[in-house]
Each structure stands twice: as structure tokens, then as C-alpha cells.
């Protein structure tokens, strides 16, 4: 019987992976931080590892023939995380890996995170392992979470679109791609939403969808960097935040794809929905 590996089922992108898996029925080990916070999911057993932590994780591998990673949450050493994991992936014998990853990864993205997927990528091409990547797109669900206390959504994102996707879609995916791994190997698949939206747009439809005001306002750069460093002075974050704005801007993030629909079985959910 297959073993599925599934990290970060205490969030909401692997929980919801874990919760699906337990409703097919299939036997799955849940690899946390903290065993305290794991889901309790019928059938599942749980094991402790970070990321970071090489020879951890390789035993909390060890038996798992097709393994979910979702990637590390941000942090200056968060190639070096992925890669240690990959490691202890190869290490404990795992057979097939699915990695979420970002659409555009590379060492080239204008998104910054986007270039720490990339480098995951190029590690995983390295390992020798059987690999699915499920490259999302940024998550609608975000959307309003962008907006501060006043409705108020600030960044040089001009008139640029992006084909956003619903967390649970990405969920959906990657649920269907394990249950049915042998048919995915070696698979990438870049997972958006049905339409690309601008935040003009968007500002727009959350306004009419939850009854309250919101707005867009198309900072500069330089206002950019500005106004999020009264939020932290770590280089790497401010540099992610902004350019989650300028790829929006210069249309690296506006490709649609029909894969969430190919892979789920249902249309892509819209931004109407997830809010």
C-alpha cells in the first residue's frame, strides 16, 4: 500500500490536502513542526521534522512512497531549508515528490519568492527523484488582506492582471494529482484562476461582494518601499512585497491556464467565491 508524506497539513493548503486524502481512505503520515497542531485526520500517523533539520526529516520519511512538500513559509534561509529537505527526501527513499511551486519560478522571476521556488526546482531536477510541480499563481483568498483598515490596496501594480487562484483549488489539484501519482510523474502543471483581474478590477467586485468600500492606489516604487518599511527593516520582505506588485505590473503573472479545471474536474473558482 502506497504511504502518502504530506507537510504542512497544520496550514490551510496542506491541511485541506490531508483532510481530502483522509476521505479517500488512503494510509498518510502528516510531518510537522509541532505534533501538537497536526489535524486529527483518521487513519493518519504523525511525525516530527523541520525542514532544516536533515537528519529529522529523514526519519520522518522513511516509508513514504509519494510525498507532498509544500514550500517553506519565508525566511533568509529558506533555499538552504528546501534543499536539506530534499536531501532527507532522497535519503529516506522516498519515490515521487510533488512540490508547490510559483508560476515564473526561476532565478530571473521579478517575483523574489519566485526565485527561491526556482532554486528548489533546479535542486529537485538535481536529486534524481520523481517530481510533479504544481507552480501556482498568487491566491485570491489574499485579496483583501491586501487592503488595510481603510479598504485601501497600495502598490506599483498599475493596470497589470493576474491570473490569481483559490487556495482550495490549488488544494483540489494537488489532492487529485497523489491520488492518482503514477499518472503525473514528471508532470508541470501551472495552476491559475479563469481570468486575469487587475486591482482596479478587483477593488471593484470586493466592494459590491462584501458590502464595503475599497480602493486602489498605485504607488511608486520608491512609495512602496516606503510606506512597508514601517512593517519590518528584513531586506528579503520588503523586497518580496513589493515585487509581488511590480510582476503584476510587467504581465509575468497573467497567464491562464486551464489546469485547476483539467486536473479537479470543476472550473476554477472566481474571486467572488474565495472572498
Known sequence: MTLFGITGSTGKLGGA?????????????????????APEIPGAEVATADYGDLDAATVALRGVDVLLMVSASEAPNRREQHRTFIDAAVAAGVKHLVYT?????????????GRDHGDAEAALAESGLVTTLLRDN?????FPVFADEHGVIRGPAGDGRVAAVARADVADAASAVLLDHAAHEGAVYELTGSEAISFPEAVQRMTL????????VDETIEEAYASRRVFTDEQFLLDAW????????QGTVERITD??????????????DVI
Open 209 to 216: 461582494a462584501l458590502g464595503r468600500p475599497f480602493s486602489f
Open 242 to 249: 513589493v515585487s509581488t506588485y511590480t510582476a503584476i505590473a
Open 17 to 37: 490536502v490531508a483532510r481530502a486524502l483522509g476521505s479517500a481512505g488512503v494510509s498518510q503520515r502528516l510531518i510537522v513542526r509541532d505534533p501538537g497542531r
Open 101 to 113: 511551486s510559483f508560476a515564473g519560478a526561476g532565478e530571473d522571476a521579478v517575483f523574489t519568492l
Open 259 to 272: 489546469d485547476v479545471q483539467r486536473l479537479s474536474g470543476h472550473a476554477p473558482r472566481r474571486l467572488e
Open 138 to 142: 498568487f491566491y485570491l483568498d489574499y
